[in-house]
């Protein structure tokens, strides 16, 4: 049970280190609410992300962040300060969802982890957003930025559910599994 807790736990870990690579506050918004709603646990250090002070403040910024990726040029010299930002963010937000490691194991993992995820997203997209910026004139920059805070926004919830859904189909197997063998049973019996 416990490494399947661990294997979970950096499962998320890594999705919301790569939604990160897409938007910097989003994955925070959505783990901070999937833990005040009692989904997601985070290790002690980091309970306040699911404060309401927090999650104000994550809200307030993910909206900010957002709209500003909506605006041609701007959108690109926020690349810029984002990258490094991406690689934190992934970084310590991986570090809140590890719940079940060594402090040191849990860092560590989370730096080449976590930052290794946001990292390897962000880069990509930066380069994508200074093409398109130079080919369309910053024009099409607001479908990709849309793309980018969708992607990052369905990325964080998956990683967040994705323990649930687990659980869910795998009930489900068991489930079709004890029918399927019921039925060859009263089938064997005709």
Do not use: C, K
């Amino acid at each position: 049970m416990e490494t399947t807790q661990v294997v979970l736990s950096l499962l998320v870990a890594l999705g919301l280190a790569a939604a990160s690579g897409l938007r910097i506050f989003v994955p925070a918004l959505v783990a901070g609410a999937a833990a005040r709603a009692g989904v997601l646990p985070l290790t002690p250090e980091f309970q306040w992300l699911a404060s309401t002070p927090a999650l104000a403040a994550l809200g307030a910024a993910t909206l900010l962040e957002v709209g500003a990726y909506s605006i041609p040029w701007l959108d690109h010299a926020l690349d810029v300060v984002a990258t490094p930002v991406a690689i934190l963010a992934g970084f310590l937000l991986s570090a809140a969802v590890m719940t079940d490691l060594d402090p040191l194991l849990r860092w560590s993992l989370a730096l080449v982890l976590g930052g290794g995820a946001a990292a390897a997203v962000q880069v990509p997209t930066a380069v994508v957003r200074g093409v398109s910026t130079w080919t369309t004139g910053g024009v099409a920059n607001p479908v990709v930025s849309t793309a980018e805070a969708a992607g990052s926004t369905l990325v964080s919830i998956a990683a967040v559910l994705a323990p649930i859904l687990l659980v869910v189909v795998l009930v489900l197997a068991v489930w079709l599994y004890a029918s399927r063998r019921q039925l060859s049973a009263l089938r064997a019996r005709s």
